[in-house]
């Protein structure tokens, strides 16, 4: 019995206006159908100043398209751009297969791929704040039902919603998902709180955050080589070199044109790199497109205000020990391996490093009438070594910030 999913025969679609890099994205796009059980087929480019309004493409490439999509068989046409209903249902008319843009291929995969109860409920706000606006004339895709790619989406069965129905259905999972970021944020005040250092990891998807995480504390995390493996935040403590812990939060894979539905629907996960003590940014160092990712990662970033946090850079992928990427000498960076679990020692010196100054390394002789110092100490910081002496406790400690003063009177040498 062959246990082998089969794929969808897709072709890809688009208008080259000039406004992208249409190759790059295109790549982009059969990675994301490959992600989706997808195989691309063909695919099917044309130059035009603009997009026709009412079909996307121009007649006599729209019939080429037709014809294509019944040689090759394919069973869905992927454009590489958003598509109105309108559009959707003329291109449809006249190619008689399911057509479906760039967008709702990514929230297919969000919907597959979210684990958590939260990020279920992301997934389905942005599918249906992308619906709403296309329920006009879009009677016939929405009455679909079944699987493949395009028609997946969780908490939803029936398609055949109207538009109160889902602005009904939105404002519920405003809600719940506002309950759920004001218990994250109640989480964050007590990590601060609690002087827990934070360090986001964030980058461009596919570039091995999942694969770090797992190789720093063995989290366990779904770490493959497809788009978006990981959607769910996931948070793990480490200790460094100099005694401290640090919880490491990994974070959605960031996507070139990532559309702004999905960015305002996963914003409350990304925003823990907003509040974090250390952004940790991977760049995948074997890529052509490192520059275009880093400078989509840095726009997310600048959106959220992450501007005066603390930022440092990890070229991964470097196998052999070196890297295509080359980065500004004046930025604090490290070459690692995180598959082959290589230069992991000389990043973690340079997480250290980069976190601000939290507690301060001291040799302390505590009086035994002083003995509650020392309960404060390791419950604020911590106790690497102690001893009882005649004298009293000879400690040495990670001695959070707020009690280095009332500490200084037992330092010893």
């Known amino acids: 019995m062959n246990s082998e999913i089969k794929k969808t025969k897709v072709i890809l679609a688009a208008v080259d206006t000039g406004e992208y890099d249409i190759e790059s994205s295109l790549a982009e796009l059969e990675e994301l159908t490959r992600t989706a059980d997808g195989e691309v087929v063909g695919v099917i480019v044309q130059k035009r100043p603009s ?239 490192a520059p275009e990712q880093i400078k989509v990662t840095h726009d997310l970033l600048t959106e959220l205000g992450c501007e005066d946090i603390p930022h440092i850079y990890i070229l991964n992928k470097c196998d052999d020990g070196t890297s295509a990427v080359v980065l500004p000498s004046d930025l604090p960076s490290v070459k690692i391996s995180a598959l082959n679990k290589t230069g992991l020692d000389d990043l973690l010196s340079l997480i250290s490093q980069s976190l601000p100054e939290t507690t301060k390394k001291m040799k302390l002789l505590i009086p035994y009438d002083q003995t509650g110092l020392t309960g404060r100490i390791r419950e604020n910081g911590k106790i690497l070594s102690e001893e009882f002496t005649e004298a009293g406790v000879l400690v040495d400690a990670l001695v959070d910030i707020r009690l280095q003063k009332s500490c200084e009177q037992y330092t010893v040498k």
């Open 51 to 289: 997009y026709d309004p009412g079909s996307c493409m121009g007649a006599g490439r729209l019939r080429e398209l037709a014809d294509a999509s019944e040689e090759l068989e394919a069973e869905l046409i992927v454009f590489d751009h958003e598509l109105s209903a309108t559009q959707i249902r003329n291109i449809e008319n006249i190619t008689d297969i399911r057509v479906i843009d760039r967008t709702m291929l990514i929230l297919d995969i969000f919907a597959a791929r979210a684990r958590t109860r939260e990020g279920k409920l992301q997934v389905e706000l942005a599918l249906q704040k992308y619906r709403l606006p296309r329920l006009t004339g879009m009677g016939v895709e929405l009455s679909r039902l079944g699987g493949g790619i395009g028609t997946r989406g969780p908490g939803e069965t029936k398609l055949e919603t109207d538009k109160r129905h889902i602005k009904r259905r939105i404002n519920a999972l405003e809600d719940e998902l506002k309950l759920l970021e004001e218990r994250r944020n109640r989480l964050r005040i007590r990590r601060k709180k609690d002087s827990i250092l934070t360090a986001a990891i964030v980058g461009y998807t596919n570039v091995g955050k999942s694969t770090l995480l797992n190789a720093l504390t063995e989290a366990g995390v779904l770490a493959e080589n497809k788009l978006f493996a990981t959607l769910d935040t996931t948070s793990r403590s480490i200790t460094l070199p100099d005694g401290r812990n640090v919880m490491l939060i990994d974070t959605v894979g960031l996507i070139r044109r990532l559309p702004h539905s999905l960015i305002e629907a996963f914003k409350s996960t990304l925003e823990e790199a907003a509040s974090a003590d250390l952004i940790i940014e991977i760049i995948d160092s074997t890529s052509s497109e």
